[in-house]
Nanobody, 123 residues
Framework: QVQLVESGGGLVQAGGSLRLSCAAS????????MGWFRQAPGKERDFVAA????????YYADSVKGRFTISRDDAKNTVFLQMNSLKPEDTAVYYC????????????????WGQGTQVTVSS
């Protein structure tokens, strides 16, 4: 079992930045591909970004490409999401997720989830 805990969310003005962290325990993250998803009120959980097992490949939703960066530090058992140039439409609860080996962009493909961290972007 992998336990994931997100942190770093908060309230920020449009154009600002936040850095989300996802700390893992129970298993080493080096065995898992990781993803970030977000869910706004009344909407489905949407893919944001993913990173491969090795960290050599990253994937982004079109809506965040060029503004968000996913990275991983396996020595710290932590995955990050750097979010720049934030927009009000980025407001959501952000979740990190883990799955063995292969990267994926569909929420149903992930086995382990954190509890989420709220990001609110004011206009």
């Amino acid at each position: 079992q992998v336990q994931l805990v997100e942190s770093g969310g908060g309230l920020v003005q449009a154009g600002g930045s936040l850095r989300l962290s996802c700390a893992a325990s129970g298993r080493t993250l080096s065995n898992y591909a990781m993803g970030w998803f977000r869910q706004a009120p009344g909407k489905e959980r949407d893919f944001v970004a993913a990173i491969s097992l090795s960290g050599s490949r990253t994937y982004y939703a079109d809506s965040v490409k060029g503004r968000f960066t996913i990275s991983r530090d396996d020595a710290k058992n932590t995955v990050f999401l750097q979010m720049n140039s934030l927009k009000p439409e980025d407001t959501a609860v952000y979740y990190c997720a883990a799955r063995p080996v292969r990267s994926a962009q569909t929420a149903g493909d992930y086995n382990y989830w954190g509890q989420g961290t709220q990001v609110t972007v004011s206009s």
